[in-house]
């Protein structure tokens, strides 16, 4: 599996998958970009896809499956199916104008690490789900000076509004559409109104591939 986390994450939420996950760009290990799009993290990753035999399913988190669903249409002969876990489909203008409010922040420097992994596990959702001194936030705070900092560009807040609905017209591979029970991000209705088996996951939240590693992996097509 090619597996791509969401916006504030890395690729360490993955661990227990059999798979390759990379840091998306401006997160993690992966250098900043000077702007972000999906498209772009879609055509970043894409050379990993030569890394399998065959056509690799792809399993993306909010937006990681939106990069994933831009993937698939990029490289339809190299991707064998898309799961898109707790993808943000419906945006407010509220919405809009707190993630654009978020990218022009300046980087926030922290007196410890361990201020800077609350943080992080803040931001990507993580809290309460992993500790801050779990191995997978390693790469998400970086030293800097004296103080330390969030690994992720404040600027990938700007990425922008997917259109899901264009995504999914343009893929020709299986696709799921799922989200955890109690993922306040995104409703079943609003996953039914575009494919038609959406799923949701019982008792889980916006972060069901880490807390149920295998409900996600069970979903693949």
């Excluded at 798979?19 to 993690?28: C, E, S, T, Y």
């Excluded at 990425?159 to 799922?178: F, K, Q, R, S, T």
């Amino acid at each position: 599996m090619l597996l791509l986390h969401g916006l504030g994450a890395t690729g360490a939420v993955w661990r227990g998958y059999d798979g390759v996950a990379p840091d998306l760009p401006g997160h993690g290990t992966a250098p900043w970009e000077p702007t972000y799009s999906f498209e772009r993290c879609a055509d970043a990753v894409r050379p990993l896809l030569e890394r399998f035999d065959g056509p690799v399913p792809l399993v993306g988190h909010s937006m990681g499956g939106v990069v994933a669903l831009a993937l698939a249409a990029m490289a339809p002969e190299r991707v064998a199916g898309v799961v898109g876990l707790g993808i943000k489909v419906a945006w407010s203008p509220d919405d809009v104008a707190r993630a654009a409010a978020v990218a022009q922040r300046p980087v926030a420097t922290y007196a410890t690490r361990e201020e800077a992994a609350e943080r992080f596990l803040r931001v990507s959702g993580l809290a309460g789900l992993v500790a801050p001194d779990d191995p997978a936030v390693g790469t998400a705070v970086v030293g800097e000076g004296s103080g330390w900092r969030l690994a992720q560009d404040p600027r990938t807040f700007g990425v922008g509004v997917p259109d899901v609905p264009a995504l999914l017209a343009a893929v020709d591979c299986p696709v799921v559409l799922a989200r955890g029970e109690h993922d306040p991000m995104v409703s079943h209705a609003e996953l039914a109104a575009l494919v038609a088996d959406p799923v949701t996951l019982p008792g889980l939240g916006h972060n069901a591939h880490v807390e149920d590693p295998a409900a996600v992996q069970a979903l693949l097509p």
